[in-house]
Each structure stands twice: as C-alpha cells, then as structure tokens.
Nanobody
Framework: QVQVVESGGGLVQAGGSLTLSCAASGRTFNRDAIGWFRQAPGKEREFVAAISWTHGSSLYADFVKGRFTISRDNAKNTVYLRMNNLEPEDTAVYYC???????????????WGQGTQVTVSS
C-alpha cells in the first residue's frame, strides 16, 4: 500500500515563503502522480498542483499565478511544493495524495496524507 506524509507547514507573514514536502512510500509503482490540495475553514477542498513522477510534467491551479512551484526528487520519493509571496488567503490545511496521473480532480487521488497547516498572517 502506498502512503504519503506531508510536512513543512507553519506560520509565515504575508509575502513570505514556505516549502511543503510530500514523502511517498510503499507500493508506488502504479501511482505516477502526486497532487497537492488545500482546504480552508468553511471551504471545499481545492486543487493546487500536481506532478508526474515519470515525466515531471506538472499541472497548476489558476490561482497559483506563478507563485507556487511543484517539483519532485525521485531518489527520495519526495514531492515539494514551493510557495512564494504567500497571502492570507493561502491559509489552509494542505494535503498531498497519490494518483495515477496528474489531475485536478480530488476523486482521482488516493490515498491522502493527514495534511499540514499553513497559516499566513497579514
């Protein structure tokens, strides 16, 4: 069974940066993608970015606007989400999940990690 674990969340001031990590383990051979999603209080979970382990092709949500960059280190089985110029509206729990291919649909991913909190103060 594939497992994913997020880390790297925290408190940052507006305009600051954070890098989230998603470490994958287990039988990952049939999961070629990692996706990042986020959920703010009172809001639905929304897609942020996704990347293919094999090709490195990536997919971003429109609101990222060039502020976020997703990357992977295949040797470490880890995907990173670098977030720059953070805004208070980016405050949310960020989740990573394993998928068959990069997709912006939450239903295309399983399993999910427990999430890591990102709080951006104004």
């Amino acid at each position: 069974q594939v497992q994913v674990v997020e880390s790297g969340g925290g408190l940052v001031q507006a305009g600051g940066s954070l890098t989230l990590s998603c470490a994958a383990s287990g039988r990952t051979f049939n999961r070629d993608a990692i996706g990042w999603f986020r959920q703010a209080p009172g809001k639905e979970r929304e897609f942020v970015a996704a990347i293919s382990w094999t090709h490195g092709s990536s997919l971003y949500a429109d609101f990222v606007k060039g502020r976020f960059t997703i990357s992977r280190d295949n040797a470490k089985n880890t995907v990173y989400l670098r977030m720059n110029n953070l805004e208070p509206e980016d405050t949310a729990v960020y989740y990573c999940a394993a998928g068959f291919r990069p997709s912006n649909g939450a239903l295309d991913y399983a399993p999910w990690g427990q999430g890591t909190q990102v709080t951006v103060s104004s």
